[in-house]
Every structure is written in structure tokens, then in C-alpha cells.
């Protein structure tokens, strides 16, 4: 049994027995409020409240006025809805329409449009949406189930970074590519929490956990981008002096993926860029198209470390 469920049937009950207490007719409709308000998020259960009790709200008085005008009578409810749908479209708040309709139901059944019985209607309205307001405020705590992603994340994103240092390393080395694949559903999974989460505090703007994995989706783009170059680096066996000092780079990122501490990281791609300047030009085609990948590894882990850098920074202040 879900939590929602569990919300939802005390919170229909609850609005029936206070609809009861105070003697309203049609009590059980406040309970249908409740269970047609509950959302996922507390922000679509008030996205959801405000479209039907403005809908409601209009129903109630131009119901009313129809009546009272033409008569209580098939008919009129027929031309009622017929010209009521279009004024909902039109208002953008159709998604309160059976509410709404039920309200004018009431109205015609009582035959009487008389001031106790449109407050017995606000009455019940005001209970329905007030108990699925109280009751959708309790929401579950994802922050575990967050953390268990954003460790399972910096897991992957650790052994590929570990398996682009041994690629560079090992020319013979074999690597699946499997957890590329892994690491982006375990991101959209992980997205789809985080916005739950987000839409379950009204009054908070921001939200580190997704700044967090917006910055690892940039992140994957980039290995996705590098591991195309690094297959053709490794298929060669030339040996180029650059390959085992960027494989090493990788490797020490490999081990801090978790830290948003990236000075030791770019001061080693600082030196580096040194050694490149440094070193005597190709002697042969085959070793400048190598350095030139080689080059392009390090401009795009470059890249990959200030991403990671400015989203921290970002947190902090």
C-alpha cells in the first residue's frame, strides 16, 4: 500500500466526518475533493486545488443564476454544460470539471439556489481542499534514496574514468563500455526523485541535489565525447610520452570523483600542457594525429574539472 494511498483514505475520511459534524448535505462530496486533489507532489495537489476550486467557484454562481433564470430542468442542465465546457477551456481550468459539475448537480437536486445552500456547498469545498492540503503536507523524505544515487553515480563515473587511464596505459585492454550506459539511467532515475523532491517544498527556489546532477549530465557528455577519441588513441602502439602522463591524470581523478576539490587535478593538466610545449615536434603523421587527440583529452578533462568546479563553488556560497 503506497503513502499516497494511505494520505488519501484518512484525508477522506477525515473530510467526511467533519462535513458530518457540521450537518452539511452532500457530506460524502468533500471526501471526493480530497481523493480528486491528491497529487505526487504537494506542488500539482495546489496546482490541482487552485484549478478546481476556481472552477467551482464559477460553477456555483453561474449554475445558480441558470436556474434560478430558466428553470430547473433537463434541458437547462443540458445547455448549462454545453456552454459551461467552452468557458472552462477558455479559463484554463477544465481539470475542474467534474468537481464543478458536481456542485451544479447538487444545486439542481435541491432545486433552490438560496443563500444556506450556496454556503452549504463553499462549506464543503472549503473542508475538501483545506484536508487535501493538511494531509499532502506529510511527504516522504528522499534525501536516502537521493544519496544512494549520487553514490552509485560517483561509483560509475570512477571506474570509467579509471578504464580511460588503463586504455591509455594497455593498448591490448578490453573494456565493455557497459557502465556509460549505466551511469546515464541511473541519472534520468535519479532526476525523476529529485524533481519530486523539488516540487514537494514550495518555498525553496533552488535545489543542490539537481545542480548536482545537471552538472553530471554535462560531465557524461564529455566522457561520451572522450571515449570516441580515446579508442583512437589506444588502438595505436606507438608510444608517445604524454599517453602515461594524461592515463595518470585520469587515474588520480578516477580516485577523487566524490571531492569537489579540483586545484590538484587542473594544476596537473597545467604541467601537463607544459610538457606538450615543451616536447619536440611529430616525426611522423601517426604520432601528431595521437598528440593531437591526446591534446583534445586533455582540453575536454579540463573542461570536465571546471564544471565540477563552478557547481561547487556555487553550492558554497
Known sequence: ????????????????????????EFASFAAIIVIMCIEKTQKKTLYSIQKKFFASLLSLILGSMFFELLGYNP?????????????????RIQEGFVT???????????????????LNELYIIF???????????????FKKEIEKYRAEIEQKFSVILYEFSSLLKNSEREWDRKEIVEVSNI?????????????????????????YLEMREKQLEILKQMETILS??????LNVTQRGMLANIFLNISQHVDSGDTTIALRHLEDYEESIRETELP??????????????????????????KNIFSRSEL
Open 232 to 237: 583512437n588513441v589506444s588502438s595505436s602502439e
Open 100 to 118: 464543478s459539475i458536481v456542485i451544479v448537480l447538487h444545486i439542481y437536486t435541491v432545486k433552490e439556489a438560496n443563500l444556506e445552500n450556496l
Open 127 to 141: 473542508i475538501g481542499i483545506g484536508i487535501a492540503l493538511l494531509v499532502n503536507s506529510i511527504m516522504p523524505s
Open 75 to 91: 434541458i437547462v442542465l443540458t445547455l448549462f454544460i454545453l456552454l459551461f465546457v467552452p468557458i472552462l477551456i477558455k479559463g
Open 187 to 211: 541519472l534520468n532515475q535519479a532526476k525523476n526523485v529529485v524533481i519530486q523532491d523539488v516540487e514537494n517544498h514550495l518555498l525553496r527556489k533552488e535545489n543542490e541535489d539537481y545542480y
Open 1 to 24: 500500500m503506497g503513502y499516497r494511498t494511505i494520505k488519501t483514505a484518512i484525508g477522506a475520511g477525515l473530510a467526511i466526518w467533519i462535513a458530518t459534524l457540521l450537518e452539511l
Open 283 to 308: 616525426k611522423s603523421r601517426e604520432e601528431f594525429e595521437i598528440r593531437a587527440n591526446l591534446y583534445y583529452l586533455n582540453f575536454a578533462i579540463k573542461n570536465y574539472l571546471i564544471i565540477k
